[in-house]
Structure formats: C-alpha cells, structure tokens
C-alpha cells in the first residue's frame, strides 16, 4: 500500500479546485462517484459512520484529521479508482487523467498531481501506511487552500444528497 492512495480523495475532491467554478454537472459527477466507492470501502474495511466526519471536514484547516482510519479509508479510494501504480504509489498518468474526466483543466490537474507528489516526499518515511497517508492528505489540504483552490462543503454536500 503506498502514500499515493490519498490521491482519491484528494483528487476527487480537489477536481473541484478548478480556477472557474465547477459544473454542477461535474460536482455532481465527482461526488457521486466518490460516495460509491467511499460505501464500497466503509463495508470492506468494516468501518462505522464516524468516518464520514473527516472526510466530511476535510477541506476545513482547523480540523485535525487525526483518525488513523481515514487514511486507510483513502487508500482504499485510490486503489479502487485506479490511482495507483504496481508499487503502491500514486500513478502519475492516471491520477492526472482522472483529474481532467472531472473537469480540471492541462494546468490544475498537473498542479494537483504535483502538489500531492511534494507532500508524498514529506512523509516517505513514516512506516504505518494508514498514517502515512493522512499525513499526505493534510499536507495536500494545506497546499490547495495557499492557492484558494479548495471547494465549497456546502456544494459538495448537496450534490452527495442529490443522489442519494
């Protein structure tokens, strides 16, 4: 299992970090998508409800993020949208490309790629994976808020309700 797997949910939730506006169609895409695969991993990793709450706070900074569980809950993301490579770690191509079929553009889906990248080199040498990961994941939070690029809860939160 490698750090890289926090690409889902950072990717997933940072397609939303686009320089315009998202579509609704897009956000409604995004997280529809990420809500099916979250429920697929809550049921394999026989987790509760409770880790909704971060995930739910992710893009909130005065939030600590301290359950060692969301990390694994986005590795499981990430290996099951194909965000990984054989070793583990974050697939370049793929996470770049999964950024651009959510609505990022060449520039924001390379910058996200390259932000979680630099926060991966950060943290390459904790040895729980789970909390290797969540690490990774406020690290990549941190980056996108100094470019005012983090989505809006509210929207995010209405779209998931949308399709349930």
């Known amino acids: 299992m490698g750090t890289y797997r926090v690409l889902l949910v950072i990717v997933v939730m940072a397609v939303a970090l686009r ?12 997280t529809s998508g990420f809500v099916k695969v979250l429920e697929e991993c809550k049921k394999e990793l026989n987790m509760d409800d409770n880790i909704l709450a ?38 370049h191509g793929n996470a770049q490309e999964f950024a651009l079929k959510h609505g990022a553009g060449e520039e924001v889906a390379a910058k996200i790629v390259s932000i979680i990248h630099e ?3 950060k943290f390459e040498r904790d040895d729980d994976e789970c909390l290797r990961v969540l690490e990774v994941a ?10 005012d690029w983090q989505p809006k809860v509210q929207t995010i939160v209405s779209e998931v309700l949308v399709e349930i």
């Not at 406020?138 to 470019?147: D, M, N, P, V, Y």
């Open 19 to 30: 320089e315009v506006e998202p579509s609704k169609d897009a956000m409604k895409y995004i």
């Open 54 to 91: 971060d995930l739910f706070h992710f893009w909130k900074l005065d939030y600590a993020l301290l359950d060692r569980n969301t990390g694994c809950v986005i590795i499981c993301m990430s290996k099951k949208l194909d965000l990984l490579d054989d070793t583990g770690r974050m697939h």
């Open 119 to 121: 926060c991966e080199k």
């Open 138 to 147: 406020k690290c990549f939070r941190s980056g996108i808020h100094e470019l």
